[in-house]
Protein backbone atom coordinates (compact mmCIF):
# COMPACT_ATOMS: atom_id res chain seq x y z
CA UNK A 1 0.00 0.00 0.00
CA UNK A 2 1.09 3.30 -0.86
CA UNK A 3 2.69 5.35 1.89
CA UNK A 4 1.41 8.96 2.64
CA UNK A 5 3.99 11.75 2.82
CA UNK A 6 1.36 13.52 4.31
CA UNK A 7 0.39 11.41 6.70
CA UNK A 8 2.14 13.04 9.96
CA UNK A 9 0.83 16.57 9.08
CA UNK A 10 -2.42 14.75 8.65
CA UNK A 11 -2.09 13.85 12.47
CA UNK A 12 -1.59 17.15 13.22
CA UNK A 13 -5.31 17.74 12.72
CA UNK A 14 -4.00 19.68 9.52
CA UNK A 15 -7.45 19.22 7.72
CA UNK A 16 -6.10 21.44 4.59
CA UNK A 17 -3.54 19.14 3.88
CA UNK A 18 -5.91 15.70 4.40
CA UNK A 19 -8.40 17.36 2.42
CA UNK A 20 -5.61 17.56 -0.67
CA UNK A 21 -4.43 13.89 -0.21
CA UNK A 22 -7.49 13.23 -0.08
CA UNK A 23 -8.04 14.58 -3.76
CA UNK A 24 -4.75 13.03 -4.92
CA UNK A 25 -6.14 9.95 -3.72
CA UNK A 26 -9.25 9.78 -5.13
CA UNK A 27 -8.92 11.58 -8.08
CA UNK A 28 -11.80 13.99 -7.28
CA UNK A 29 -13.96 10.57 -7.96
CA UNK A 30 -16.52 9.35 -5.18
CA UNK A 31 -13.63 6.39 -4.07
CA UNK A 32 -16.65 4.12 -3.34
CA UNK A 33 -18.93 4.46 -6.46
CA UNK A 34 -16.26 5.71 -9.13
CA UNK A 35 -18.45 8.42 -10.26
CA UNK A 36 -16.65 11.79 -10.76
CA UNK A 37 -18.00 15.31 -11.21
CA UNK A 38 -20.53 14.88 -7.93
CA UNK A 39 -19.43 16.85 -4.70
CA UNK A 40 -16.91 14.95 -2.26
CA UNK A 41 -16.79 14.94 0.76
CA UNK A 42 -14.44 12.77 3.40
CA UNK A 43 -16.38 10.32 5.28
CA UNK A 44 -14.45 8.11 8.67
CA UNK A 45 -15.79 4.94 8.62
CA UNK A 46 -16.16 3.91 11.96
CA UNK A 47 -15.82 5.87 15.26
CA UNK A 48 -15.37 9.67 14.50
CA UNK A 49 -12.17 10.30 16.58
CA UNK A 50 -11.07 14.35 17.43
CA UNK A 51 -7.94 13.18 15.20
CA UNK A 52 -9.68 11.76 12.13
CA UNK A 53 -8.05 8.49 11.49
CA UNK A 54 -6.72 9.03 7.78
CA UNK A 55 -6.77 4.99 6.80
CA UNK A 56 -10.43 5.01 7.79
CA UNK A 57 -11.52 7.42 5.47
CA UNK A 58 -12.80 7.31 2.02
CA UNK A 59 -13.57 10.78 -0.46
CA UNK A 60 -17.71 9.68 -0.81
CA UNK A 61 -20.04 11.16 -3.27
CA UNK A 62 -23.42 12.51 -1.73
CA UNK A 63 -24.90 9.93 -2.90
CA UNK A 64 -22.99 7.18 -1.37
CA UNK A 65 -23.08 8.47 2.04
CA UNK A 66 -26.52 8.54 1.90
CA UNK A 67 -26.35 5.61 1.20
CA UNK A 68 -24.16 4.62 4.44
CA UNK A 69 -26.60 6.47 6.48
CA UNK A 70 -28.82 4.80 5.83
CA UNK A 71 -28.16 1.54 5.04
CA UNK A 72 -30.74 -1.11 6.12
CA UNK A 73 -33.25 1.11 4.08
CA UNK A 74 -30.77 1.29 0.84
CA UNK A 75 -32.58 -0.94 -2.22
CA UNK A 76 -30.38 -2.88 -4.06
CA UNK A 77 -28.93 -0.46 -6.85
CA UNK A 78 -27.99 2.17 -4.27
CA UNK A 79 -25.58 -0.68 -3.02
CA UNK A 80 -23.95 -1.26 -6.40
CA UNK A 81 -21.24 0.90 -5.45
CA UNK A 82 -19.70 -1.85 -3.40
CA UNK A 83 -19.41 -4.01 -6.27
CA UNK A 84 -16.55 -1.03 -7.39
CA UNK A 85 -15.26 -0.11 -4.21
CA UNK A 86 -14.05 -3.59 -2.98
CA UNK A 87 -12.12 -3.52 -6.21
CA UNK A 88 -10.52 -1.00 -4.97
CA UNK A 89 -6.25 -0.44 -5.36
CA UNK A 90 -6.54 1.36 -1.96
CA UNK A 91 -6.86 -0.97 1.07
CA UNK A 92 -8.68 2.12 3.05
CA UNK A 93 -11.72 1.86 0.03
CA UNK A 94 -11.55 -1.82 0.26
CA UNK A 95 -11.81 -2.24 3.64
CA UNK A 96 -14.18 0.60 4.06
CA UNK A 97 -16.83 -1.48 1.61
CA UNK A 98 -16.13 -4.63 3.54
CA UNK A 99 -16.74 -2.72 6.94
CA UNK A 100 -20.32 -1.18 5.00
CA UNK A 101 -21.16 -4.81 3.96
CA UNK A 102 -20.95 -6.19 7.24
CA UNK A 103 -23.33 -3.69 8.78
CA UNK A 104 -26.07 -4.74 6.45
CA UNK A 105 -27.98 -6.34 8.99
CA UNK A 106 -30.16 -8.74 6.18
CA UNK A 107 -27.11 -9.26 3.80
CA UNK A 108 -29.23 -12.97 2.38
CA UNK A 109 -31.65 -10.28 0.41
CA UNK A 110 -28.32 -9.31 -2.07
CA UNK A 111 -27.24 -12.47 -3.40
CA UNK A 112 -24.64 -10.83 -5.47
CA UNK A 113 -22.79 -9.66 -2.24
CA UNK A 114 -21.93 -13.08 -0.86
CA UNK A 115 -20.37 -13.67 -4.84
CA UNK A 116 -18.69 -10.53 -3.83
CA UNK A 117 -17.18 -11.45 -0.37
CA UNK A 118 -15.92 -15.00 -2.23
CA UNK A 119 -13.99 -13.25 -4.61
CA UNK A 120 -12.21 -11.05 -2.58
CA UNK A 121 -8.65 -11.95 -0.98
CA UNK A 122 -8.48 -10.34 2.37
CA UNK A 123 -4.87 -9.83 3.33
CA UNK A 124 -3.59 -9.17 7.06
CA UNK A 125 -3.08 -5.63 6.02
CA UNK A 126 -6.73 -5.58 5.02
CA UNK A 127 -7.44 -7.40 7.78
CA UNK A 128 -6.00 -4.66 10.32
CA UNK A 129 -7.82 -1.73 8.90
CA UNK A 130 -11.12 -3.74 8.77
CA UNK A 131 -10.10 -4.38 12.42
CA UNK A 132 -9.72 -0.45 12.63
CA UNK A 133 -12.89 0.13 11.52
CA UNK A 134 -14.93 -1.86 13.93
CA UNK A 135 -14.60 0.32 17.14
ZN1 LIG B 1 -20.34 7.69 -4.74
Request: proline share 0%; net charge negative.
Amino acid sequence: MAKWTGRSKARKNNIVEFGKEMVRRSKSTCELCGESGRSLSVYEIGKTDENADFERCVHVCDECKDTIKKLNKAGENDLRFLNHAIWSEENTVKAAALHIISEIEDRSRYSWIEDLMDMVYIDNDLKDICERMKH
